[in-house]
């Protein structure tokens, strides 16, 4: 069989030549019958090569029509499979969502009640976090198509640019290292959970975000220029923009996702 059911996060149909069968032993089911299958990984015999494939166990009944209808799949037939994992997701992101980007490895929410209590009756603040949602939403676009899968690649490359404080160098190694064979899913779930935090039904969750991203102590450690510049300033504009949509993709890709909904 070429597809099987990987039932982490909602259930995806995968393909076997993308399969990591280490990974995913005890996590893969067929598609039709639902009964547990195993990955029989390509090699060659009498010189010709074999495909990777999925494979029931001897016990099953009626392998072989699973197997045929399988192999009729369409591309409509994925794109259902794939609809309805996402669907999965979204119900329990809609839940969790703030409890789901507090594990992420970029930013400390432990302050938000402090700040909170800080904040309270500040107009000044107020005004900047309206702001602050403003400034996603008109980059939801951005955020998630072009942010998340270009910090996504620089984190899988270990580019010089991702900045890992020396006290969290463990826990991000285990983090890329439990990911590695997932990273497409999971940077897929990041989008998806991102572009859900950026809809309107997420306003009091990303309220709770911005008061820790938008809190001055916070924006002067990224630049300067956003506590001591006006905000009617064209470089404080630019400046808080980059310092939003940054933030916000640093977020939902360090946050293991596919752990969180298995």
């Given at each position: ?32 019958c ?63 969502m ?23 009756n ?49 826990r ?20 998806e ?49 980059a ?20």
């Amino acid at each position: 069989m070429e597809y099987a059911i990987l039932t982490k996060a909602g259930g995806e149909l995968i393909a076997a030549n993308k399969a990591d069968y280490q990974d995913y032993y005890g996590f893969l089911k067929c598609p039709e019958c639902h009964e547990p299958v195993f990955l029989r990984q390509g090699h060659l015999r009498q010189e010709k090569r074999i495909k990777a494939s999925f494979v029931h166990h001897k016990a099953v009944p009626e392998i072989s029509t699973c197997e045929l209808r399988i192999g009729k799949y369409s591309k409509e037939d994925i794109e259902t499979f794939a609809s309805k994992a996402r669907n999965q997701r979204l119900q329990k992101l809609n839940i969790s969502m703030w409890k789901y980007v507090k594990t992420n490895m970029a930013v400390n929410f432990k302050v938000y009640n402090i700040v909170q209590s800080k904040a309270k009756n500040y107009q000044f603040f107020e005004n900047l976090l309206d702001y602050g949602h403003s400034t996603l939403i008109y980059n939801t676009e951005y955020i998630v198509y072009k942010m998340i899968p270009m910090i996504g690649e620089m984190m899988e490359n270990k580019d010089d640019d991702i900045e890992v404080i020396s006290e969290s160098t463990d826990r991000f190694n285990k983090f890329m290292s439990e990911l590695k064979s997932d990273w497409l899913l999971h940077e897929k779930i990041a989008q998806e959970a991102a572009e859900l935090f950026l809809s309107p039904q997420m306003k009091e969750v990303r309220t709770r975000v911005l008061m820790i991203l938008c809190y001055p102590n916070s924006m002067k450690l990224i630049n300067n220029d956003l506590v001591e510049l006006t905000m009617e300033s064209e470089v404080w504009q630019q400046a808080f923009v980059a310092h939003l949509t940054n933030a916000i993709a640093l977020i939902f890709i360090s946050v293991n996702w596919i752990q969180l909904l298995d």
